[in-house]
């Protein structure tokens, strides 16, 4: 069974940057389309960002755009979230997911594995 571990969240000044990493016990990691979550208090889990098998075409939300990059390494069966310039509303449970149906990259029920989250706190 597929297993996500979430890592590199943190308490951070706005402006600043953190990198999350979400790494896949899996024998075969290249297939997947991986995407990137998140989940604030009280708010439903919004779609953050996502990445094909090569890691050539990436799509992300309005609200990251320019400021977070997703990018994979599969020899290490590993998916990153690069994430600068931040911001107090950035502030959620950031979750990694495997795409396991076909659909909008968008659609958190396309994805069919998930990690348990790392926490991301942006301090004003």
């Known amino acids: 069974q597929v297993q996500l571990v979430e890592s590199g969240g943190g308490l951070v000044q706005a402006g600043g940057s953190l990198r999350l990493s979400c790494a896949a016990s899996?024998?075969?990691?290249?297939?997947?389309?991986m995407g990137w979550f998140r989940q604030a208090p009280g708010k439903e889990r919004e779609f953050v960002t996502a990445?094909?098998?090569?890691?050539?075409?990436?799509y992300a939300a309005d609200s990251v755009k320019g400021r977070f990059t997703i990018s994979r390494d599969n020899a290490k069966n590993t998916v990153y979230l690069q994430m600068n310039s931040l911001k107090p509303e950035d502030t959620a449970r950031y979750y990694c997911?495997?795409?396991?149906?076909?659909?909008?990259?968008?659609?958190?029920?396309?994805?069919?594995?998930w990690g348990q989250g790392t926490q991301v706190t942006v301090s004003s």
């Open positions: 997911a495997i795409r396991q149906a076909p659909g909008p990259l968008t659609n958190q029920y396309g994805y069919g594995t």
């Open positions: 899996v024998r075969t990691f290249i297939p997947y389309v």
């Open positions: 990445i094909n098998w090569s890691g050539d075409n990436t």
